[in-house]
């Protein structure tokens, strides 16, 4: 009779609870993305609290400086990177294979292409119909993209208002919450204090040392491209934002790569300054701050946390920049766990 009930208790519980996850799904994202703001803006929540008292107060006081925060650039920025992404992907459709063909043309690219299309034993006309193909694709898929992402305002509407309403509940009751969750978890204090930490550790690391690191890179990059005259700006710096999550290469794989096409123009002075720039700004960026911030807090493998970075993005969007790392470092501690667990059974 006690197997039965506790068979039924497990069932019932997992059913209960994937109709809670189905239920909940459809929100998931405004939610996380509430929780990884009430983080980063929780000392602004607690500093305000000692100020003001009532909680509700010190909440909704903090709620409307993130959504200044965010309306106000995050808008503006948003408009400006639609408007060159659209003119990219004109340019990729109509422009860009001329002035690829004239890089191609460039002495020391053709010694190193024929060298190459010899050892791969391909004719310069499957290269050229290749490129242009590819190219074509691309513009197609970014113009695509750009339309459906419009058509998508509604959504982005109501998901930026359960953010809203979530982070204010998360700033106001977000401890009392978390104390509630840490009496459910079915382990030992010392396990439940390792977990907690792991949790800490791994937010800190992925949203300062990843995400503001990355911010401050791609800001950087942005206005560098922006004053040496660079077309679409803020198209690179979101790219040099991107690329810094890619290890060994990180922001240098942008940066680089437009100063060598500066060089091939023959803008010598601009592909200059933007290496300088990029040696002891934007790369610098990442070689003082994230040992700072990160430190030995995340004890994960650097290839690791890359797979887990851009697999999280592929299965939860944006998010997975830290839902990513979260789940597999939650998932090789809980292991730990119970190896601990099945060794002091053992002994």
Wanted: a positive charge; zero cysteines; hydrophobic letters at 55%.
């Amino acid at each position: 009779m006690t197997r039965f009930y506790l068979f039924a208790l497990i069932v019932l519980v997992l059913l209960l609870g994937f109709l809670s996850f189905e239920i909940l799904k459809p929100f998931l994202s405004p939610i996380v993305w509430a929780i990884v703001f009430s983080i980063v803006f929780y000392p602004l929540y607690v500093f305000t609290v000692r100020y003001v008292k009532w909680k509700t107060i010190a909440s909704l006081i903090t709620l409307l400086v993130i959504l200044v925060l965010i309306l106000g650039p995050f808008s503006y920025l948003s408009y400006v990177l639609i408007k060159e992404l659209k003119s990219l992907a004109e340019y990729l459709q109509n422009e860009s294979i001329g002035s690829l063909q004239n890089i191609l043309q460039h002495p020391t690219v053709r010694t190193i292409l024929d060298k190459v299309l010899s050892l791969l034993n391909i004719t310069q006309d499957e290269l050229n119909n290749t490129i242009s193909n590819n190219i074509a694709g691309l513009g197609r898929e970014l113009v695509s993209r750009i339309t459906k992402g419009m058509t998508n305002i509604v959504t982005i509407s109501l998901n930026f208002i359960f953010m809203s309403f979530s982070i204010f509940f998360f700033l106001r009751d977000g401890p009392q919450f978390l104390k509630r969750v840490r009496d459910y978890m079915p382990f030992s204090e010392e396990q439940k204090d390792r977990l907690v930490g792991l949790i800490r550790d791994i937010i800190i690391s992925t949203i300062y040392g990843g995400i503001v690191v990355s911010i401050v890179q791609g800001t950087m990059a942005g206005i560098a491209f922006f004053l040496l005259g660079i077309s679409t700006p803020v198209v690179w710096g979101l790219a040099t934002s991107i690329a810094s999550f890619v290890p060994l290469l990180g922001a240098s794989a942008v940066w680089v790569s437009i100063t060598i096409y500066l060089f091939m123009e023959g803008a010598v002075e601009k592909g200059i300054i933007l290496a300088i720039v990029g040696m002891f700004g934007i790369s610098l960026i990442d070689n003082i701050l994230k040992p700072i911030i990160i430190g030995g807090r995340t004890k994960m493998p650097v290839l690791v946390i890359f797979f887990s970075i851009f697999g999280g993005i592929k299965l939860f969007g944006l998010i997975g920049l830290i839902m990513g790392p979260l789940v597999l470092a939650l998932f090789v501690s809980l292991i730990e766990i119970f190896r601990s667990v099945e060794g002091g059974q053992n002994a």
